[in-house]
């Protein structure tokens, strides 16, 4: 059975720092690219970044490039999020998502930012 488990939201001031994790069950980890998307109240769930399963060539939306680091641990079925100078547009939940036939989704963790 499939589980993704996000963790590491939270209240962060903006220009602050979080640091996401997604830990991963149900499935061998390795061999897929994973995302995280997030999803503003109002708005559409977007893609925030990919990383491939040997962490080659990751994908930023443009309105986090530069600031956020999607990185993964294989061993440990973890992929992190790393988002620094945060700001208050990037409040949303976020979703850790991998794809095979179908969308898996975990709970989702709320970041809010504040100005």
């Known amino acids: 059975q499939v589980q993704l488990v996000e963790s590491g939201g939270g209240l962060v001031q903006a220009g602050g720092s979080l640091r996401l994790s997604c830990a991963a069950s149900?499935?061998?980890?390795?061999?897929?690219?994973m995302n995280w998307y997030r999803q503003s109240p109002g708005k559409e769930r977007e893609l925030v970044a990919t990383?491939?399963?040997?962490?080659?060539?990751?994908y930023y939306a443009d309105s986090v490039k530069g600031r956020f680091t999607i990185s993964r641990d294989n061993a440990k079925n973890t992929v992190f999020l790393q988002m620094h100078t945060l700001k208050p547009e990037d409040t949303a939940v976020y979703y850790c998502?991998?794809?095979?036939?179908?969308?898996?989704w975990g709970q989702g963790t709320q970041v809010t930012v504040s100005s």
């Open positions: 149900g499935f061998t980890f390795g061999d897929y690219p």
């Open positions: 998502n991998f794809r095979y036939i179908v969308d898996y």
């Open positions: 990383i491939t399963s040997t962490s080659r060539t990751p």
